[in-house]
């Protein structure tokens, strides 16, 4: 009979990797890809089983890509998977109001011709992305995905799963989310607040053509964001207070679009659900560090935000520019990458940048989310003014699009 020491000592040779990656929503595989591409061996772990990854029914959920985001898909090989089936967004338009009563007469236009670049984004749905994601790790000889697994410990780059798998690495990142548990074990604490908010997301059909404009609607109870999909088509991402959101929640179908239409508006016609709804109570949190011994984090995990600006995933993506940037520059100097010198270099990189966009996200949510008309005459005045500025509205274009700051390679075209 063998014996359960050698045992133990095989299991983990058999299971040993550059780095681990827990958490495979989006962050977590491109990392792992960006990773490979590098030349460095990447174990990916997800609780999800593989099925349930690869299901390709279309559900609601999409994604706004910055143009940054777009490049980074380029440089990794994925872009031409996903291109036929995105949406470019050639126009922002942000407005102030309330629901059934229209619009304000002030407003922000940003319109993609005024940068050289291109659209400013592109909207995908999840199913299109993901799908990308998976294919180009299942072809991948550097990436193992363990499906359906658990972490329940972590020490020193190593993590026990709940089958009693151990995967010994020299860095452990975490992409698991704003409850991340690689942060928990690593004694990470956050910091944040909810906004009494949640976020209600869906898509719509409607008839008329959107042109390929995106719409930010500021409401006393929250943001409802209009952003155009392929064919007739909109994501929905509809902020309300968490009662109402109940509410609407619990609706059935034909009475949730009669509660949608007074903020939606007519503008595209008559409009029909697609998919389902999704729902998600909407905070600020932020990991005090990003990083700890022998791990690092990414994505939710070490920031959320509100979607106010659709800049989460893109936050994230960036996260997974920076950290393949700086290891790759370890790798070459022969450093060790999990070394707390490497990874302050990751820390220090995109602490900065995260913290101002959660300043930016928490204050235009409360500058917006309320309905005081000296507020209201403020921020008009304000949009108003930055309209009227174009070297102020081509900051604010290149901003949305992610061409601002210190890009990391995989993000400069």
């Not at 629901?99 to 984004?121: C, K, N, R, T, V």
């Not at 964001?225 to 959101?245: H, M």
């Amino acid at each position: 009979m063998d014996n359960p020491a050698r045992l133990t000592i095989l299991q983990v040779m058999e299971l040993d990797t550059d780095i681990v990656i827990v958490g495979g929503g989006l962050n977590g595989p491109a990392l792992a890809i960006g990773l490979a591409q590098i030349g460095l061996h990447v174990t990916i772990i997800d609780t999800l089983p593989a099925p349930t990854r690869k299901m390709q029914d279309f559900d609601g959920r999409s994604y706004a890509l910055a143009h940054a985001s777009m490049r980074l898909l380029r440089g990794l090989g994925l872009w031409d998977m996903v291109a036929d089936n995105t949406q470019p967004m050639l126009e922002i338009k942000v407005t102030d109001g309330k629901a059934g009563e229209g619009p304000s007469p002030w407003m922000l236009h940003f319109d993609h011709a005024e940068i050289e670049e291109g659209p400013m984004g592109y909207m995908c749905e999840d199913r299109h992305l993901r799908l990308a994601l998976l294919d180009a790790m299942d072809e991948s000889d550097r990436i193992t995905q363990l499906n359906g697994e658990t972490v329940v410990s972590q020490s020193d780059g190593a993590v026990t799963l709940a089958s009693g798998k151990t995967v010994q690495a020299k860095l452990i990142i975490g992409a698991d989310g704003r409850s991340s548990g690689t942060a928990e074990r690593a004694g990470i604490k956050r910091t944040g607040w909810g906004y009494g908010q949640t976020a209600v997301v869906c898509a719509v059909e409607h008839e008329k053509p959107h042109n390929g404009i995106a719409h930010q609607f500021f409401m006393p109870s929250g943001p409802l964001a209009i952003l155009p999909l392929t064919g007739n088509r909109c994501s929905i991402v509809w902020s309300e207070t968490d009662a109402r959101a109940q509410e609407i929640m619990a609706m059935d179908d034909a009475c949730f679009l009669d509660a949608l239409r007074p903020a939606f508006g007519d503008f595209l016609g008559e409009i029909a659900l697609t998919g389902k709804r999704f729902s998600y109570p909407l905070g600020l949190t932020i990991a005090q560090r990003f990083i700890a011994d022998r791990v690092a984090l990414i994505g939710d995990a070490a920031h959320g935000v509100h979607p106010i600006a659709g800049q989460g995933l893109n936050a994230g993506l960036r996260d997974v520019a920076a950290l393949v940037d700086v290891l790759s520059d370890a790798k070459a100097r022969g450093e060790d990458i999990g070394n707390s010198a490497v990874l302050a270099r990751y820390e220090q990189w995109r602490r900065f940048d995260t913290a101002t966009l959660a300043i930016a996200t928490d204050t235009f949510n409360r500058l917006f989310s309320n309905d005081n008309p000296l507020l209201r005459a403020v921020r008009d005045a304000g949009m108003g003014l930055v309209n009227a500025a174009p070297g102020l509205r081509r900051t604010f274009i290149r901003e949305a699009a992610g061409l601002t700051g210190d890009l990391p390679s995989l993000m400069r075209g």
